[in-house]
Protein backbone atom coordinates (compact mmCIF):
# COMPACT_ATOMS: atom_id res chain seq x y z
CA UNK A 1 0.00 0.00 0.00
CA UNK A 2 1.16 3.29 -0.86
CA UNK A 3 2.68 5.36 1.95
CA UNK A 4 -0.16 8.14 3.54
CA UNK A 5 1.27 11.54 4.18
CA UNK A 6 -0.50 14.33 6.35
CA UNK A 7 -0.19 17.38 3.26
CA UNK A 8 -1.76 20.85 2.53
CA UNK A 9 -3.78 20.91 -0.87
CA UNK A 10 -1.34 23.09 -2.11
CA UNK A 11 1.95 21.16 -1.11
CA UNK A 12 -0.18 17.82 -2.04
CA UNK A 13 -0.15 19.51 -5.95
CA UNK A 14 3.41 20.58 -5.95
CA UNK A 15 4.24 16.66 -4.67
CA UNK A 16 2.11 15.22 -6.88
CA UNK A 17 3.75 17.28 -9.95
CA UNK A 18 6.66 16.18 -9.28
CA UNK A 19 5.91 12.45 -9.30
CA UNK A 20 4.26 13.13 -12.52
CA UNK A 21 7.67 13.90 -14.51
CA UNK A 22 7.19 17.99 -14.34
CA UNK A 23 10.05 19.26 -16.43
CA UNK A 24 9.03 23.02 -14.97
CA UNK A 25 7.13 25.08 -13.21
CA UNK A 26 7.20 28.76 -13.41
CA UNK A 27 4.90 31.12 -11.23
CA UNK A 28 4.28 33.86 -8.94
CA UNK A 29 3.90 34.22 -5.38
CA UNK A 30 -0.09 35.12 -4.45
CA UNK A 31 -1.97 34.08 -1.29
CA UNK A 32 -3.66 31.21 -0.77
CA UNK A 33 -1.85 29.78 -3.35
CA UNK A 34 1.81 30.46 -2.41
CA UNK A 35 2.72 26.98 -0.59
CA UNK A 36 2.84 25.50 -4.37
CA UNK A 37 5.82 27.85 -5.08
CA UNK A 38 6.90 27.09 -2.07
CA UNK A 39 7.08 23.65 -2.08
CA UNK A 40 8.96 23.56 -6.15
CA UNK A 41 11.25 26.57 -5.17
CA UNK A 42 12.66 23.81 -2.71
CA UNK A 43 12.53 20.43 -4.90
CA UNK A 44 12.88 21.41 -7.99
CA UNK A 45 16.35 23.20 -8.18
CA UNK A 46 17.82 20.38 -6.00
CA UNK A 47 16.67 17.88 -8.68
CA UNK A 48 18.02 19.89 -11.73
CA UNK A 49 14.33 20.67 -13.09
CA UNK A 50 13.61 24.28 -14.32
CA UNK A 51 12.15 26.75 -11.54
CA UNK A 52 11.81 30.30 -11.91
CA UNK A 53 9.95 32.93 -10.01
CA UNK A 54 8.70 35.29 -12.33
CA UNK A 55 8.67 38.99 -12.00
CA UNK A 56 4.69 38.32 -12.46
CA UNK A 57 1.73 36.72 -13.57
CA UNK A 58 1.91 37.93 -17.24
CA UNK A 59 5.70 36.90 -17.45
CA UNK A 60 5.35 33.55 -15.78
CA UNK A 61 2.29 32.26 -18.41
CA UNK A 62 4.61 33.43 -20.98
CA UNK A 63 7.48 30.89 -19.75
CA UNK A 64 4.73 28.68 -19.76
CA UNK A 65 4.14 29.27 -23.16
CA UNK A 66 7.94 28.79 -24.50
CA UNK A 67 8.76 26.03 -22.07
CA UNK A 68 5.53 23.89 -23.11
CA UNK A 69 6.02 25.06 -26.57
CA UNK A 70 9.45 22.85 -26.47
CA UNK A 71 7.09 19.58 -25.54
CA UNK A 72 7.94 19.10 -21.55
CA UNK A 73 5.81 19.16 -18.70
CA UNK A 74 4.98 22.83 -17.56
CA UNK A 75 2.86 24.37 -15.26
CA UNK A 76 2.15 27.53 -13.04
CA UNK A 77 -0.04 28.34 -10.28
CA UNK A 78 -1.71 30.88 -8.96
CA UNK A 79 -5.13 32.94 -7.72
CA UNK A 80 -7.75 34.39 -8.91
CA UNK A 81 -5.96 37.95 -9.68
CA UNK A 82 -3.35 36.30 -10.89
CA UNK A 83 -5.36 34.32 -13.01
CA UNK A 84 -6.98 37.73 -14.08
CA UNK A 85 -3.48 38.72 -15.52
CA UNK A 86 -2.14 35.58 -16.98
CA UNK A 87 -5.22 35.30 -19.70
CA UNK A 88 -3.36 36.91 -22.41
CA UNK A 89 -1.28 34.33 -22.35
CA UNK A 90 -3.87 31.38 -21.79
CA UNK A 91 -5.43 32.60 -25.25
CA UNK A 92 -2.49 32.43 -26.83
CA UNK A 93 -1.20 28.79 -25.52
CA UNK A 94 -4.89 27.61 -26.02
CA UNK A 95 -4.63 28.86 -29.71
CA UNK A 96 -1.22 27.52 -30.51
CA UNK A 97 -2.06 23.97 -28.89
CA UNK A 98 0.64 23.59 -26.08
CA UNK A 99 -0.21 21.54 -23.52
CA UNK A 100 0.50 22.82 -20.10
CA UNK A 101 -1.33 22.72 -16.43
CA UNK A 102 -2.72 25.97 -15.29
CA UNK A 103 -3.67 25.78 -11.10
CA UNK A 104 -6.40 28.45 -10.36
CA UNK A 105 -6.46 28.58 -6.53
CA UNK A 106 -9.59 30.73 -6.20
CA UNK A 107 -10.31 33.64 -3.77
CA UNK A 108 -12.96 36.07 -3.53
CA UNK A 109 -13.57 39.15 -5.76
CA UNK A 110 -13.95 41.30 -8.09
CA UNK A 111 -10.69 43.33 -7.57
CA UNK A 112 -8.53 42.38 -5.04
CA UNK A 113 -11.41 41.10 -3.07
CA UNK A 114 -10.37 38.73 0.00
CA UNK A 115 -7.85 35.78 0.36
CA UNK A 116 -10.56 33.30 1.33
CA UNK A 117 -11.73 30.67 -0.57
CA UNK A 118 -14.36 31.42 -3.34
CA UNK A 119 -15.63 29.97 -6.44
CA UNK A 120 -16.61 33.31 -8.47
CA UNK A 121 -14.05 32.50 -11.34
CA UNK A 122 -16.59 29.85 -12.69
CA UNK A 123 -17.38 31.85 -15.92
CA UNK A 124 -13.40 32.93 -16.15
CA UNK A 125 -12.37 29.45 -15.88
CA UNK A 126 -15.09 27.43 -18.31
CA UNK A 127 -16.23 30.91 -20.51
CA UNK A 128 -13.05 32.16 -21.67
CA UNK A 129 -11.28 34.53 -19.43
CA UNK A 130 -8.99 35.46 -22.39
CA UNK A 131 -10.06 36.57 -25.97
CA UNK A 132 -11.21 34.50 -28.72
CA UNK A 133 -13.19 31.02 -29.18
CA UNK A 134 -11.23 28.55 -27.18
CA UNK A 135 -11.73 26.58 -24.21
CA UNK A 136 -9.95 25.04 -21.07
CA UNK A 137 -10.20 21.54 -19.87
CA UNK A 138 -11.18 22.58 -15.98
CA UNK A 139 -10.88 20.06 -13.54
CA UNK A 140 -12.59 20.50 -9.80
CA UNK A 141 -11.23 18.32 -6.44
CA UNK A 142 -13.05 18.45 -4.00
CA UNK A 143 -10.19 16.81 -1.36
CA UNK A 144 -6.87 17.03 -1.17
CA UNK A 145 -6.13 13.26 -2.62
CA UNK A 146 -8.38 14.08 -5.24
CA UNK A 147 -5.83 17.48 -5.90
CA UNK A 148 -3.49 15.32 -6.15
CA UNK A 149 -5.03 12.27 -8.30
CA UNK A 150 -6.15 15.47 -10.67
CA UNK A 151 -2.29 16.72 -11.42
CA UNK A 152 -1.38 13.05 -13.11
CA UNK A 153 -4.99 13.52 -15.11
CA UNK A 154 -3.91 17.18 -15.92
CA UNK A 155 -1.23 16.35 -17.57
CA UNK A 156 -2.40 13.06 -18.88
CA UNK A 157 -5.36 14.90 -20.63
CA UNK A 158 -3.32 18.03 -21.74
CA UNK A 159 -0.52 16.03 -23.44
CA UNK A 160 -3.55 13.97 -25.52
CA UNK A 161 -5.47 16.52 -26.98
CA UNK A 162 -2.56 19.47 -27.01
CA UNK A 163 -4.79 21.76 -24.78
CA UNK A 164 -4.19 23.37 -21.55
CA UNK A 165 -5.62 22.14 -18.34
CA UNK A 166 -7.05 24.31 -15.54
CA UNK A 167 -7.25 22.42 -11.94
CA UNK A 168 -9.80 24.72 -10.12
CA UNK A 169 -9.00 24.58 -6.59
CA UNK A 170 -10.25 27.67 -3.76
CA UNK A 171 -8.13 28.68 -0.93
CA UNK A 172 -9.69 26.19 1.50
CA UNK A 173 -8.70 23.20 -0.68
CA UNK A 174 -5.20 24.44 -0.97
CA UNK A 175 -5.27 25.25 2.46
CA UNK A 176 -6.24 22.64 4.76
CA UNK A 177 -4.72 19.30 5.34
CA UNK A 178 -5.51 16.03 4.69
CA UNK A 179 -4.41 12.44 4.26
CA UNK A 180 -3.36 12.09 0.79
CA UNK A 181 -1.38 9.27 -0.99
CA UNK A 182 0.62 9.50 -4.47
CA UNK A 183 -0.13 6.88 -7.18
CA UNK A 184 2.35 4.29 -7.30
CA UNK A 185 1.46 2.75 -10.83
CA UNK A 186 1.73 6.07 -12.45
CA UNK A 187 3.24 5.75 -16.04
CA UNK A 188 3.76 8.73 -18.20
CA UNK A 189 1.36 8.07 -21.76
CA UNK A 190 3.49 7.91 -24.83
CA UNK A 191 3.16 11.49 -25.94
CA UNK A 192 4.39 11.98 -29.44
CA UNK A 193 5.89 15.60 -29.62
CA UNK A 194 6.99 16.09 -33.39
CA UNK A 195 5.30 19.74 -33.12
CA UNK A 196 7.30 20.86 -30.76
CA UNK A 197 10.20 23.44 -31.25
CA UNK A 198 13.24 21.89 -29.89
CA UNK A 199 15.43 21.55 -32.31
CA UNK A 200 14.78 18.75 -34.68
CA UNK A 201 14.89 20.49 -37.94
CA UNK A 202 17.26 18.31 -40.07
CA UNK A 203 15.60 15.22 -38.22
CA UNK A 204 12.16 16.76 -39.28
CA UNK A 205 13.09 18.50 -43.15
CA UNK A 206 11.45 21.45 -41.97
CA UNK A 207 11.41 24.39 -38.86
CA UNK A 208 8.63 24.36 -36.32
CA UNK A 209 6.75 27.39 -36.18
CA UNK A 210 4.92 27.62 -32.50
CA UNK A 211 2.19 30.60 -33.78
CA UNK A 212 -1.16 31.86 -32.55
CA UNK A 213 -0.58 34.25 -35.89
CA UNK A 214 -3.39 33.84 -38.71
CA UNK A 215 -3.54 36.72 -40.61
CA UNK A 216 -5.76 35.32 -43.80
CA UNK A 217 -9.28 35.17 -42.94
CA UNK A 218 -9.64 31.77 -44.17
CA UNK A 219 -6.37 30.26 -42.46
CA UNK A 220 -7.76 31.80 -39.13
CA UNK A 221 -11.36 30.36 -39.84
CA UNK A 222 -9.91 26.84 -40.71
CA UNK A 223 -7.93 27.15 -36.95
CA UNK A 224 -11.05 27.90 -35.49
CA UNK A 225 -12.32 24.72 -36.47
CA UNK A 226 -9.98 22.52 -36.19
CA UNK A 227 -9.93 23.84 -32.36
CA UNK A 228 -13.91 23.23 -32.41
CA UNK A 229 -13.65 19.55 -33.90
CA UNK A 230 -11.30 19.17 -30.96
CA UNK A 231 -13.60 20.75 -28.14
CA UNK A 232 -16.10 18.44 -29.47
CA UNK A 233 -14.08 15.19 -29.11
CA UNK A 234 -13.05 16.44 -25.40
CA UNK A 235 -16.75 16.94 -24.67
CA UNK A 236 -17.46 13.34 -26.06
CA UNK A 237 -14.90 11.71 -24.35
CA UNK A 238 -14.03 13.65 -20.71
CA UNK A 239 -16.71 14.48 -18.89
CA UNK A 240 -16.40 13.52 -15.16
CA UNK A 241 -19.34 13.68 -12.46
CA UNK A 242 -20.03 11.59 -9.49
CA UNK A 243 -23.56 11.00 -8.45
CA UNK A 244 -24.95 10.70 -4.84
CA UNK A 245 -28.55 9.40 -3.86
CA UNK A 246 -29.53 10.66 -7.27
CA UNK A 247 -31.74 7.30 -7.65
CA UNK A 248 -34.87 8.81 -5.96
CA UNK A 249 -34.03 11.91 -5.54
CA UNK A 250 -37.03 14.83 -5.56
CA UNK A 251 -34.46 17.69 -5.51
CA UNK A 252 -31.22 17.46 -6.71
CA UNK A 253 -28.04 19.58 -5.49
CA UNK A 254 -25.06 20.42 -8.02
CA UNK A 255 -21.83 21.66 -6.62
CA UNK A 256 -18.51 21.01 -7.26
CA UNK A 257 -15.34 21.82 -5.41
CA UNK A 258 -15.47 22.79 -1.59
CA UNK A 259 -19.24 23.16 -2.07
CA UNK A 260 -19.52 19.70 -2.88
CA UNK A 261 -18.61 18.63 0.32
CA UNK A 262 -20.80 20.77 2.16
CA UNK A 263 -23.92 19.71 -0.30
CA UNK A 264 -22.73 15.88 0.06
CA UNK A 265 -23.18 16.62 4.02
CA UNK A 266 -26.40 18.30 3.34
CA UNK A 267 -27.64 15.35 1.36
CA UNK A 268 -27.19 12.91 4.22
CA UNK A 269 -28.56 15.28 7.16
CA UNK A 270 -31.74 15.96 4.74
CA UNK A 271 -32.03 12.27 3.90
CA UNK A 272 -32.15 11.84 7.98
CA UNK A 273 -34.85 13.99 7.89
CA UNK A 274 -36.93 11.64 5.48
CA UNK A 275 -36.09 14.46 2.84
CA UNK A 276 -34.98 12.91 -1.21
CA UNK A 277 -32.41 14.98 -1.86
CA UNK A 278 -29.54 13.85 -4.14
CA UNK A 279 -26.05 15.47 -5.67
CA UNK A 280 -24.17 15.81 -8.91
CA UNK A 281 -21.21 16.76 -8.39
CA UNK A 282 -19.57 17.98 -11.91
CA UNK A 283 -15.18 16.76 -11.25
CA UNK A 284 -15.05 18.70 -14.85
CA UNK A 285 -16.93 21.91 -15.48
CA UNK A 286 -15.36 22.18 -18.88
CA UNK A 287 -16.60 20.16 -20.28
CA UNK A 288 -19.67 20.42 -18.36
CA UNK A 289 -21.64 16.94 -17.01
CA UNK A 290 -24.62 18.56 -19.16
CA UNK A 291 -25.88 15.15 -20.88
CA UNK A 292 -26.28 13.75 -17.45
CA UNK A 293 -27.98 17.03 -15.35
CA UNK A 294 -30.65 17.00 -18.30
CA UNK A 295 -31.34 13.22 -17.86
CA UNK A 296 -32.29 13.79 -14.14
CA UNK A 297 -34.07 16.69 -15.05
CA UNK A 298 -36.89 14.15 -16.26
CA UNK A 299 -36.51 12.30 -12.76
CA UNK A 300 -36.26 15.32 -9.88
CA UNK A 301 -38.82 17.85 -9.76
CA UNK A 302 -35.79 20.17 -9.33
CA UNK A 303 -32.12 21.48 -9.24
CA UNK A 304 -30.32 23.36 -6.43
CA UNK A 305 -26.75 24.67 -7.96
CA UNK A 306 -24.81 25.59 -5.04
CA UNK A 307 -21.74 27.60 -5.22
CA UNK A 308 -19.19 30.00 -3.52
CA UNK A 309 -20.33 32.86 -5.80
CA UNK A 310 -23.60 34.89 -6.81
CA UNK A 311 -24.79 31.97 -9.02
CA UNK A 312 -22.31 31.56 -12.22
CA UNK A 313 -22.55 27.59 -12.98
CA UNK A 314 -26.84 27.87 -12.79
CA UNK A 315 -26.33 29.87 -15.87
CA UNK A 316 -24.59 25.75 -17.26
CA UNK A 317 -27.06 24.07 -15.45
CA UNK A 318 -29.94 25.78 -16.67
CA UNK A 319 -28.92 25.56 -20.30
CA UNK A 320 -28.78 22.06 -20.05
CA UNK A 321 -32.28 21.55 -18.23
CA UNK A 322 -33.26 23.12 -20.95
CA UNK A 323 -36.74 25.23 -18.81
CA UNK A 324 -38.15 21.91 -18.38
CA UNK A 325 -38.07 22.34 -14.18
CA UNK A 326 -37.24 24.88 -12.17
CA UNK A 327 -33.19 26.16 -11.20
CA UNK A 328 -32.46 27.78 -8.12
CA UNK A 329 -29.38 29.20 -6.98
CA UNK A 330 -27.54 28.47 -2.94
CA UNK A 331 -25.03 30.64 -2.40
CA UNK A 332 -22.15 32.71 -0.07
CA UNK A 333 -19.72 35.15 -1.01
CA UNK A 334 -16.62 36.60 0.73
CA UNK A 335 -15.08 33.44 1.94
CA UNK A 336 -18.31 32.64 4.14
CA UNK A 337 -18.71 29.25 4.02
CA UNK A 338 -21.90 27.42 2.95
CA UNK A 339 -24.21 25.82 5.70
CA UNK A 340 -26.03 22.96 5.51
CA UNK A 341 -28.90 23.83 7.76
CA UNK A 342 -29.75 26.82 4.67
CA UNK A 343 -29.14 24.38 2.27
CA UNK A 344 -31.52 22.09 3.65
CA UNK A 345 -34.32 24.75 4.57
CA UNK A 346 -33.97 25.70 0.31
CA UNK A 347 -34.41 22.33 -0.37
CA UNK A 348 -37.39 21.90 1.98
CA UNK A 349 -38.92 24.86 1.07
CA UNK A 350 -38.21 23.68 -3.08
CA UNK A 351 -40.15 20.59 -1.92
CA UNK A 352 -43.23 22.46 -0.61
CA UNK A 353 -42.46 21.09 3.27
CA UNK B 1 36.02 28.93 -45.83
CA UNK B 2 37.62 26.39 -47.23
CA UNK B 3 34.48 25.44 -49.40
CA UNK B 4 35.02 25.16 -53.04
CA UNK B 5 32.79 24.62 -56.44
CA UNK B 6 33.51 22.69 -59.96
CA UNK B 7 32.58 24.77 -62.61
CA UNK B 8 32.99 24.37 -66.14
CA UNK B 9 36.04 22.08 -65.20
CA UNK B 10 37.47 24.63 -62.90
CA UNK B 11 37.83 24.55 -59.16
CA UNK B 12 36.81 28.21 -57.52
CA UNK B 13 36.61 28.95 -53.88
CA UNK B 14 33.56 29.75 -52.14
CA UNK B 15 33.52 32.97 -50.95
CA UNK B 16 30.09 33.62 -50.12
CA UNK B 17 27.04 31.37 -49.90
CA UNK B 18 23.20 32.64 -49.73
CA UNK B 19 22.06 32.10 -46.44
CA UNK B 20 19.38 29.09 -45.79
CA UNK B 21 16.83 30.95 -45.60
CA UNK B 22 13.31 30.15 -46.28
CA UNK B 23 11.80 30.51 -49.42
CA UNK B 24 9.02 32.75 -48.47
CA UNK B 25 9.39 36.28 -49.77
CA UNK B 26 10.17 38.97 -47.25
CA UNK B 27 7.28 41.48 -46.60
CA UNK B 28 9.60 44.51 -45.19
CA UNK B 29 9.49 47.61 -46.52
CA UNK B 30 12.18 49.14 -49.13
CA UNK B 31 15.08 50.25 -47.11
CA UNK B 32 14.27 48.77 -43.87
CA UNK B 33 16.98 47.01 -42.04
CA UNK B 34 14.87 44.29 -40.41
CA UNK B 35 15.63 42.35 -43.63
CA UNK B 36 19.35 42.61 -43.00
CA UNK B 37 19.46 41.60 -39.71
CA UNK B 38 17.53 38.63 -40.10
CA UNK B 39 19.70 37.64 -43.22
CA UNK B 40 22.67 37.58 -40.45
CA UNK B 41 20.94 35.37 -38.41
CA UNK B 42 21.09 32.81 -40.58
CA UNK B 43 24.38 33.44 -41.83
CA UNK B 44 25.78 32.84 -38.61
CA UNK B 45 23.16 29.62 -37.91
CA UNK B 46 24.43 28.27 -41.37
CA UNK B 47 28.32 29.39 -40.38
CA UNK B 48 28.01 27.33 -36.86
CA UNK B 49 25.99 24.24 -38.24
CA UNK B 50 23.43 24.96 -35.25
CA UNK B 51 20.12 24.97 -37.00
CA UNK B 52 19.34 22.03 -34.78
CA UNK B 53 20.92 23.62 -31.43
CA UNK B 54 18.92 27.11 -31.89
CA UNK B 55 15.91 28.41 -31.23
CA UNK B 56 14.08 31.78 -32.15
CA UNK B 57 11.37 33.82 -30.36
CA UNK B 58 9.53 36.53 -32.67
CA UNK B 59 7.71 39.53 -31.49
CA UNK B 60 4.94 41.25 -31.84
CA UNK B 61 5.89 44.17 -34.28
CA UNK B 62 7.47 44.30 -37.99
CA UNK B 63 9.52 40.76 -36.85
CA UNK B 64 6.33 39.15 -36.25
CA UNK B 65 6.83 36.75 -39.47
CA UNK B 66 10.69 36.36 -38.59
CA UNK B 67 9.70 32.26 -38.12
CA UNK B 68 8.74 32.29 -42.36
CA UNK B 69 12.33 33.75 -42.92
CA UNK B 70 15.08 32.64 -40.62
CA UNK B 71 15.25 28.87 -40.77
CA UNK B 72 15.36 26.93 -37.52
CA UNK B 73 12.16 26.45 -34.81
CA UNK B 74 10.45 29.54 -33.81
CA UNK B 75 7.91 30.33 -31.27
CA UNK B 76 5.69 33.76 -31.85
CA UNK B 77 5.37 35.38 -28.69
CA UNK B 78 2.14 37.86 -27.51
CA UNK B 79 3.44 41.79 -27.43
CA UNK B 80 6.29 42.07 -25.07
CA UNK B 81 6.77 38.91 -23.73
CA UNK B 82 9.52 37.26 -26.04
CA UNK B 83 11.75 37.48 -23.26
CA UNK B 84 9.64 35.31 -21.12
CA UNK B 85 9.16 32.59 -23.91
CA UNK B 86 12.79 32.40 -23.99
CA UNK B 87 13.12 32.03 -20.81
CA UNK B 88 10.87 29.34 -20.19
CA UNK B 89 12.54 27.47 -23.79
CA UNK B 90 15.94 28.39 -22.26
CA UNK B 91 15.60 26.79 -19.54
CA UNK B 92 14.00 23.82 -20.26
CA UNK B 93 16.14 23.75 -23.18
CA UNK B 94 19.60 24.47 -21.94
CA UNK B 95 21.87 23.43 -24.15
CA UNK B 96 20.16 25.28 -27.22
CA UNK B 97 21.00 28.80 -28.17
CA UNK B 98 17.71 30.73 -27.57
CA UNK B 99 17.35 34.28 -29.34
CA UNK B 100 14.40 36.79 -29.85
CA UNK B 101 13.70 39.68 -32.22
CA UNK B 102 12.12 42.84 -30.85
CA UNK B 103 11.30 46.20 -32.02
CA UNK B 104 11.35 49.02 -29.69
CA UNK B 105 7.65 49.13 -28.88
CA UNK B 106 7.34 45.22 -27.75
CA UNK B 107 10.57 45.60 -25.86
CA UNK B 108 11.14 48.92 -24.47
CA UNK B 109 7.73 49.62 -23.59
CA UNK B 110 5.00 47.00 -23.11
CA UNK B 111 8.18 44.36 -22.14
CA UNK B 112 10.24 46.56 -20.50
CA UNK B 113 9.61 44.55 -17.55
CA UNK B 114 9.96 40.84 -18.97
CA UNK B 115 13.46 42.49 -20.89
CA UNK B 116 14.69 43.61 -18.01
CA UNK B 117 14.17 40.58 -15.87
CA UNK B 118 15.38 38.40 -18.05
CA UNK B 119 18.70 40.59 -18.51
CA UNK B 120 19.15 40.38 -14.63
CA UNK B 121 18.43 36.63 -13.97
CA UNK B 122 21.16 36.35 -16.73
CA UNK B 123 19.68 34.66 -18.70
CA UNK B 124 21.29 32.07 -21.59
CA UNK B 125 19.73 34.04 -24.44
CA UNK B 126 20.67 36.43 -27.24
CA UNK B 127 18.39 39.52 -27.50
CA UNK B 128 18.26 41.08 -31.01
CA UNK B 129 16.39 44.73 -30.56
CA UNK B 130 15.40 46.34 -33.37
CA UNK B 131 15.03 50.40 -32.52
CA UNK B 132 14.29 52.52 -34.75
CA UNK B 133 12.28 54.79 -32.45
CA UNK B 134 8.83 54.43 -34.05
CA UNK B 135 6.11 51.70 -34.04
CA UNK B 136 6.43 50.72 -37.85
CA UNK B 137 4.10 48.01 -37.99
CA UNK B 138 1.06 49.79 -36.37
CA UNK B 139 1.51 53.18 -39.06
CA UNK B 140 4.17 55.01 -37.01
CA UNK B 141 3.38 56.38 -33.64
CA UNK B 142 5.24 57.88 -31.01
CA UNK B 143 7.30 54.68 -29.29
CA UNK B 144 9.49 54.80 -25.70
CA UNK B 145 13.09 55.33 -28.33
CA UNK B 146 11.32 58.12 -30.62
CA UNK B 147 13.45 60.73 -30.60
CA UNK B 148 12.38 64.50 -28.57
CA UNK B 149 10.82 66.71 -31.37
CA UNK B 150 10.19 63.50 -33.44
CA UNK B 151 7.13 63.33 -35.68
CA UNK B 152 5.18 60.47 -35.51
CA UNK B 153 1.53 59.62 -35.99
CA UNK B 154 1.06 60.42 -32.21
CA UNK B 155 3.03 63.20 -31.95
CA UNK B 156 1.88 65.48 -34.76
CA UNK B 157 3.54 68.33 -33.17
CA UNK B 158 6.93 66.51 -32.52
CA UNK B 159 7.71 64.43 -29.45
CA UNK B 160 7.21 66.68 -26.50
CA UNK B 161 9.50 65.84 -23.76
CA UNK B 162 7.33 67.15 -20.89
CA UNK B 163 4.77 64.93 -21.97
CA UNK B 164 6.35 61.79 -22.64
CA UNK B 165 9.86 62.00 -21.02
CA UNK B 166 12.74 61.27 -22.93
CA UNK B 167 13.40 58.61 -25.13
CA UNK B 168 14.58 55.43 -23.16
CA UNK B 169 18.36 54.19 -23.67
CA UNK B 170 17.89 50.32 -22.61
CA UNK B 171 20.93 49.34 -23.95
CA UNK B 172 22.36 51.51 -21.29
CA UNK B 173 19.82 50.31 -18.35
CA UNK B 174 21.30 46.78 -19.23
CA UNK B 175 24.97 47.00 -19.27
CA UNK B 176 24.84 47.48 -15.92
CA UNK B 177 22.95 43.99 -14.90
CA UNK B 178 25.31 41.57 -13.40
CA UNK B 179 23.57 39.45 -16.04
CA UNK B 180 24.41 40.84 -19.23
CA UNK B 181 27.54 39.43 -20.66
CA UNK B 182 27.78 41.37 -23.60
CA UNK B 183 25.72 45.01 -24.81
CA UNK B 184 26.31 46.60 -27.75
CA UNK B 185 24.62 49.05 -30.15
CA UNK B 186 25.25 48.25 -33.97
CA UNK B 187 23.47 49.74 -37.44
CA UNK B 188 23.37 48.63 -40.75
CA UNK B 189 23.76 51.58 -42.87
CA UNK B 190 26.51 50.59 -44.67
CA UNK B 191 28.58 47.27 -45.85
CA UNK B 192 31.21 47.92 -42.70
CA UNK B 193 28.88 48.56 -40.23
CA UNK B 194 26.63 45.29 -41.28
CA UNK B 195 30.05 43.34 -40.78
CA UNK B 196 30.16 44.56 -37.72
CA UNK B 197 26.42 43.89 -36.87
CA UNK B 198 27.62 40.19 -38.06
CA UNK B 199 30.06 39.68 -35.72
CA UNK B 200 27.85 41.03 -32.59
CA UNK B 201 25.02 38.44 -34.05
CA UNK B 202 28.17 35.91 -33.55
CA UNK B 203 29.21 36.77 -30.08
CA UNK B 204 25.17 36.84 -29.19
CA UNK B 205 24.84 33.59 -30.33
CA UNK B 206 27.87 32.09 -29.09
CA UNK B 207 26.98 33.88 -25.39
CA UNK B 208 23.46 31.68 -25.51
CA UNK B 209 25.27 28.48 -27.18
CA UNK B 210 27.85 28.66 -24.10
CA UNK B 211 25.46 29.62 -21.19
CA UNK B 212 28.35 33.15 -20.57
CA UNK B 213 24.48 35.57 -19.48
CA UNK B 214 22.44 37.42 -22.06
CA UNK B 215 23.20 39.16 -24.42
CA UNK B 216 21.84 42.85 -25.76
CA UNK B 217 22.80 43.77 -29.48
CA UNK B 218 20.68 46.67 -30.11
CA UNK B 219 20.53 47.62 -33.62
CA UNK B 220 19.79 51.53 -34.22
CA UNK B 221 17.58 50.65 -37.23
CA UNK B 222 15.62 53.23 -39.65
CA UNK B 223 12.01 52.91 -40.58
CA UNK B 224 10.93 54.39 -44.21
CA UNK B 225 7.44 53.84 -44.13
CA UNK B 226 6.83 54.87 -40.30
CA UNK B 227 9.30 58.22 -40.55
CA UNK B 228 7.57 58.95 -43.86
CA UNK B 229 11.08 59.00 -45.59
CA UNK B 230 12.14 58.07 -48.74
CA UNK B 231 14.83 54.99 -48.28
CA UNK B 232 17.99 57.25 -49.20
CA UNK B 233 16.29 60.24 -47.02
CA UNK B 234 16.06 57.82 -44.20
CA UNK B 235 19.61 56.57 -44.41
CA UNK B 236 20.64 60.23 -43.60
CA UNK B 237 17.99 60.64 -40.93
CA UNK B 238 19.51 57.87 -39.64
CA UNK B 239 22.88 58.68 -39.83
CA UNK B 240 22.43 62.44 -38.69
CA UNK B 241 20.32 61.87 -35.54
CA UNK B 242 19.31 58.18 -34.68
CA UNK B 243 23.58 57.46 -34.43
CA UNK B 244 23.56 60.62 -32.62
CA UNK B 245 21.47 59.91 -30.04
CA UNK B 246 22.33 56.35 -29.69
CA UNK B 247 26.00 56.39 -30.03
CA UNK B 248 26.78 52.77 -31.51
CA UNK B 249 29.72 50.56 -29.89
CA UNK B 250 30.34 48.12 -27.19
CA UNK B 251 28.96 49.13 -24.09
CA UNK B 252 29.99 46.01 -22.35
CA UNK B 253 31.65 42.92 -23.53
CA UNK B 254 32.18 41.08 -20.51
CA UNK B 255 29.84 40.08 -17.43
CA UNK B 256 27.22 37.42 -16.54
CA UNK B 257 26.74 36.10 -13.73
CA UNK B 258 29.35 33.74 -12.13
Not at chain 2, 112 to 131: M, S, W
Not at chain 2, 200 to 207: L, M, Q, R, W
Amino acid sequence: MAEKYLMKGNEALAEAAIRAGIDGYFGYPITPQSEVLEYFSKWLPRKGIAYVQAESEVSAINMVYGAGGCGKRIMTSTSSPGFSLMQEGVSYIACAQIPCVLVNVQRGGPGLGTIQPSQGDYFQAVKGGGHGDYRLIVLTPNSVQETADMVYKAFDLSEKYLNPVLILSDGALGQMMEAVEFKEDYKKPQFDSTWASNGGVSKRGKPVQITSLFIEPERMEAKNNELQAKYKKIEENEVDYELYHMEDAEVGFIAYGLSSRIAKKAVDLAREQGLKVGLIRPKTVWPFPTKIINEYSKKVKAYLSIEMSVGQMIEDVKLAVECKIPVEHYGKTGGIVLSTDEIIAKAKKMLGK
Amino acid sequence: MSDTITKNGQEFEVVWKKPNLQKKDMHYCPGCAHGTLEKLIQEVIDEKGIQDRIIGVAPVGCAVFAYDYINCDFQEAAHGRACALATGISRVLPDHAVFTIQGDGDLASIGLAETLHACNRGENIAVFFYNNAIYGMTGGQMAPTTLPGQVTASSPDGRDVKLSGMPLKVADIVKDFDGTCFVTRQAANNAVNVRKLKKAIEKAIDNSLNKRGTSFVELVGNCPSGWKMTPVDSYKWWEENMMKFYPLGDLKTEGGIK
